[in-house]
């Protein structure tokens, strides 16, 4: 799918790593009280790559990440990729709903989920995320989101 | 649907409120180190009623249950219920998928997660959760969660 | 959940079994060329319940109703409830996505599945319908889905 | 992913794309009789390929693919998929759950269905399947879903 060509978005008018940091930074706050918990990596054409940090002890009980870090992951990712074609006029996207499957338990270390935009309508978007850990290519998880979109 | 007739369990074998607490204490020191954050609330017939406490900080940005905190409450909830029919034999069930729907903003303050078993096979267990704020009758969010039950 | 209530619906707005049937025939007449294969039993406050006929052969290879029966039962159902609040108003409303779990394997005959709207909004509506054996009560399969709501 | 290296799986073990075929034929006799609705295009290192066919009447109310029929197409690729890897020892398989997004309304045409293997386990298989109008690239529908794994 190319989600910027079918809606008008070229990729001069796309937000940088840096101007979409900033913007999560303004709507996570409490991502970032701690350290930075998810760091946006990459901006690809259809989505982003998001990693979670290893340092976080409350994510991490018994040294492997929790089911909800990792619910968190794929949210923020998607979250962050609607952003990267929608810009600010998205900011108050919201999550309708997320559908996750987990495959297999992960080493301790950081985790990176791959975002791909599978729709991004007028009224919704929809995104799938493959995590896995870093620098590991066996999935550790898949989650699939619908977020609904502003309205104008 | 009645779980407990259907696999040979009786309910005198069901655990006690305070035995399964006991065992989510073990099972999630996490939720625990910063104060229970998850209350186990009353066993049924056919599943659990558990609560999120209202007052931790980093699940509740903005004053609002987060996204997150939802599905660890769902999430706990479930397990609590297939321990309340499987007992500690149960200890080793895994989540494989969960789906969870946004229905509307919660008002600040406590939520409730009320779990109902749909199957409890030998290898898997179904359920579904209702979550409302405490005191409330409209749904927050609802959500259905599969786990993997361990051998034997 | 009073989804009639929480959107200034009354009941007397609200649609008779005769009135809904016959919108159901209009928007699938795949449905009913067969012989009718959905059959709407009731109308409920918050939900519907719905009928698959056990005659069709397609639906049932090996004897079995499949699982793409399953899904349209799910499907039409939870359009029929979401007519039953909004009326004609909502005839445009389309399924944005299914979540299914199947549960048992039903005996021949009809099944039944009896919808619960979880919600209904001015964009989305999101239902769940637990489905049974006709005259039994183990479930045999379960859904969560949601529709896009047709603007104004 | 490669499912087959994690498992043990030796590509001279894998099935041909009429082997496979034949295994379908036996299994889905309901997909055949009206003539062959779906039919397997091609064998990949982590999936299938799959073709949805115009021609039957049933599936395509008002000239466009229903939901349930996109639902069978991903149900029986996923199937494929797993047989593809695991042969004749996973016939028995049976899906668990399914989850599914429709995206854009198909043009009238044949669907393709690309099947992606995230899991092929002792007792679980897990894959996702792409859904596209021969020909064209944008998406039509997503699904995931949870096959159970016959023992041994």
């Known amino acids: 799918m190319k989600p910027h060509e079918n809606h008008g ?8 790593v840096e101007a979409l940091d900033a913007l999560l930074d303004l709507h996570f706050p409490q991502l970032r009280a701690a350290g930075k918990l998810i760091v946006l990596e990459t901006v690809e054409a259809d989505g982003v790559h998001v990693r979670l940090k290893a340092s976080d002890t409350l994510l991490r009980p018994g040294g492997t990440v929790s089911g909800p870090a990792m619910f968190m992951l794929a ?15 998205a900011l108050q996207a919201v999550t309708t709903s997320l559908n ?5 338990r992960p080493e301790p270390g950081d985790l990176i989920g791959r975002v791909r935009l599978l729709k991004v309508g007028r009224r919704l978007a929809v995104a799938e995320v493959d995590i896995t850990a870093a620098g590991g ?7 699939t989101a619908t977020y609904a979109l502003p309205p104008g």
Do not use: K, P
């Open 9 to 16: 978005d070229r990729l001069s008018d796309r937000l940088s």
């Open 100 to 104: 996750i499957n987990f495959l297999s």
């Open 137 to 143: 290519s066996d999935l550790v998880a898949h989650a």
């Open 75 to 89: 949210d923020v990712g998607i979250y962050a990729a609607i952003l990267s074609i929608r810009g600010e006029a």
